[in-house]
């Protein structure tokens, strides 16, 4: 299937809808690592996401990648506590401050936990 063993495996939460979010979900989890995306529509999603990709030179010229994915939710509360990556993804950049405020409840604050953003 494509999918190799991490040097760490990981629980990794995509949240958002946005072009990106289903391009990034899908590369973490063939990469081995546990996956969630959360978003304000999980009705609009499938566990299984994927995207088609159009540069013969990226991926090995893959046309199609595909994963299912472990979890799709509006609930902060069922993703964000056991999340060691969280990546911001797609979202127009202004909506962050809310959407940090809305995970900062949720984050263990005993552990390392990784922040990011994409477009």
Not at 57 to 62: I, S
Not at 71 to 85: K, W
Request: glycine share 8%; aromatic share 6%.
């Amino acid at each position: 299937d494509g999918s190799a063993a991490p040097a760490r495996k990981m629980y990794v939460t995509v949240v958002g809808g946005g072009n990106s979010t289903p391009i990034f979900a899908a590369l973490a989890k063939l990469a081995g690592h546990d996956v969630a995306v959360l978003t304000r529509k999980p009705e609009s999603w499938s566990k299984t996401i994927g995207f088609v990709n159009e540069d013969s030179g990226y991926l090995d010229g893959q046309e199609k990648l595909e994963a299912e994915i472990d979890l799709v939710t509006s609930d902060p509360a069922e993703c964000i506590p056991q999340s060691d990556m969280i990546f911001i993804a797609g979202l127009p950049i202004h909506h962050n401050p809310a959407v940090l405020k809305s995970i900062a409840p949720h984050l263990d604050r005993e552990k390392k936990v990784f922040v990011g953003s994409i477009c």
